[in-house]
T-cell receptor
Framework: AQSVAQPEDQVNVAEGNPLTVKCTYSVSGNPYLFWYVQYPNRGLQFLLKYITGDNLVKGSYGFEAEFNKSQTSFHLKKPSALVSDSALYFCAVRGGTGGFKTIFGAGTRLFVKA | SQTIHQWPATLVQPVGSPLSLECTVEGTSNPNLYWYRQAAGRGLQLLFYSVGIGQISSEVPQNLSASRPQDRQFILSSKKLLLSDSGFYLC???????????FGQGTRLTVV
C-alpha cells in the first residue's frame, strides 16, 4: 500500500533563511509526488509535482523539491523563506498499486519568523 | 478553465440529523472525484473516491456515504450525524491520469 510520511509536525525558520520540509514515501512502482499548501480554513493549493524527468522540480512561489529515489524522499525547499510562507504543507503520492488514489501526509506546519 | 464548487462553507448540525454536502466540477468531463476529511487542521483522510457515475469506493468504514448522480457531481451524505463527524471536508478532482488534484474550498462541519 502507498503511504506518505512527514516526520516533522512543525518547522520554524527565520525570514531570509533557507527552509526544508521533509517527506518520505512508500509506493510500488513509479510514484507521482506532489506538494500542496493550505492556509487557514481554505482548500489545498498546488505547489509542485514530480512525474518524471529531472529530479529537481521547481514550483510556485519560489519553492522547489528534490526527488530522491534511493532515499524515497521528496523534500520541499526554498532558498529564502518569507513570513507569508507560514502555512500548513502537505506532501502527497499517487501511483503504483494504489492507482489513481492520492494519499496525503499528515502535514507540516511552517512558521517563518520576521 | 476548470473550477470546483463546494458548499456550504460552514455548517452546524445537531447530532442525529442528516447531512448532504455537494461538490460540482466545471470545465472537464469524467473526472476522478474525491472526498477527504481533515481533522483538527492536520492530515487529510481519504473517505471516498469515484472514477465514474455511480462508481463509489469507500476507504474507511464510517457513518458517511457518497454518491455520484452525474458526471461532475459528488455528494457526501449521512443519515444520522455523530459528534465524531465534525471536521473540515474537502472535495477534490483530478483528470484521471498523472494529474494533480484540485481542491474545493472546503466545508467546516460542526456537529453539536
Amino acid at each position: 500500500a502507498q503511504s506518505v510520511a512527514q516526520p516533522e509536525d512543525q518547522v520554524n525558520v527565520a525570514e531570509g533563511n533557507p527552509l526544508t520540509v521533509k517527506c518520505t514515501y512508500s509506493v510500488s512502482g513509479n510514484p507521482y509526488l506532489f506538494w500542496y499548501v493550505q492556509y487557514p480554513n481554505r482548500g489545498l493549493q498546488f505547489l509542485l509535482k514530480y512525474i518524471t524527468g529531472d529530479n529537481l522540480v521547481k514550483g510556485s512561489y519560489g519553492f522547489e523539491a528534490e526527488f530522491n529515489k534511493s532515499q524515497t524522499s521528496f523534500h520541499l525547499k526554498k532558498p529564502s523563506a518569507l513570513v507569508s510562507d507560514s502555512a500548513l504543507y502537505f506532501c502527497a503520492v499517487r501511483g503504483g498499486t494504489g492507482g489513481f488514489k492520492t494519499i496525503f501526509g499528515a502535514g507540516t506546519r511552517l512558521f517563518v519568523k520576521a | 478553465s476548470q473550477t470546483i464548487h463546494q458548499w456550504p462553507a460552514t455548517l452546524v448540525q445537531p447530532v442525529g440529523s442528516p447531512l448532504s454536502l455537494e461538490c460540482t466540477v466545471e470545465g472537464t468531463s469524467n473526472p476522478n472525484l474525491y472526498w477527504y476529511r481533515q481533522a483538527a487542521g492536520r492530515g487529510l483522510q481519504l473517505l471516498f473516491y469515484s472514477v465514474g457515475i455511480g462508481q463509489i469506493s469507500s476507504e474507511v468504514p464510517q457513518n458517511l456515504s457518497a454518491s455520484r448522480p452525474q458526471d461532475r457531481q459528488f455528494i457526501l451524505s449521512s443519515k444520522k450525524l455523530l459528534l465524531s463527524d465534525s471536521g473540515f471536508y474537502l472535495c477534490a478532482w483530478d483528470p484521471g491520469t498523472a494529474g494533480l488534484a484540485f481542491f474545493g474550498q472546503g466545508t467546516r462541519l460542526t456537529v453539536v
